[in-house]
């Protein structure tokens, strides 16, 4: 790819998950992630704007695949802070406010239900035309928010594929946030939990966790790997250390 692009997102990846246990604050720290985030989408920005790929699998590569990591999670920690800053008093007020939120973030990307299938479907035939820029813009048949996009370092979709891996990274957390409500307070419909034993070696399990995440079928790929641990360990009661 290049020299800088690669190292850059390495990096990115690093600094972003030793920064996510540095604040205990969800206000606080979805400040000092959208700060964080924001200063390096100008740099890579910056970067794309004068850069031609060799390839135009190389460019698509770029403009599905690493450039909405980053824009994801600006948009993610921006719908966090806007959700918790506003957050009212009380647990019936609590999960009133999330479900309102869950239940928006559930219709993200449903007003363009043809991209919606085909990215969800992992299809490709049709990336030359989402993911390559274009020296103009289509006044009939873009977005109206991409008019205002710069051309040089945006596609026609690579904005709706964040939009959509936000929406993702969102519904978890939302739900996650409902449930620890619902325990609490001893409203959950769940019944009583059922008690698994795992009938492998616990490398077992860690290989399946692992091929879970690499294989981006839980959340699109965007769980964290211990986070996933963390839940299938309780699934199997058995805690696992990364």
């Known amino acids: 790819m290049n020299t800088f692009c690669i190292p850059f997102f390495q990096e990115l990846e690093r600094d972003f998950e030793l920064l996510k246990s540095t604040y205990s604050n969800i206000i606080e720290h979805s400040q000092k992630m959208i700060f964080f985030l924001e200063k390096k989408l100008k740099q890579i920005n910056k970067w794309v704007k004068t850069f031609c790929f060799a390839t135009e699998k190389d460019e698509i590569y770029f403009f599905r695949e690493l450039k909405p990591s980053l824009v994801s999670k600006i948009l993610y920690y921006k719908y966090i802070l806007k959700i918790e800053s506003t ?139 211990k986070e996933l641990a963390t839940h299938i360990g309780k699934i199997f009661n058995n805690r696992i250390r990364r």
Do not use: C, W
């Open 87 to 225: 957050l009212p008093p009380g647990k019936k007020g609590k999960r009133k406010h999330y479900i309102k939120a869950l239940n928006k973030a559930s219709l993200s990307g449903k007003e363009n239900r043809e991209f919606y299938e085909y990215y969800r479907s992992r299809a490709t035939y049709n990336d030359n035309n989402y993911f390559i820029r274009r020296p103009y813009k289509d006044i009939i048949r873009d977005h109206s928010m991409l008019l205002f996009f710069d051309s040089k370092i945006s596609t026609s979709h690579d904005y709706q594929v964040a939009s959509l891996i936000s929406a993702d990274m969102l519904i978890n957390y939302l739900e996650r946030k409902i449930d620890e409500i619902d325990n609490k307070s001893g409203t959950n419909n769940y019944g009583q939990p059922l008690n698994y034993s795992r009938s492998g070696t616990k490398i077992d399990l860690v290989e399946l966790i692992y091929a879970l995440k690499h294989a981006n079928l839980i959340n699109n790929g965007n769980t964290d790997v």
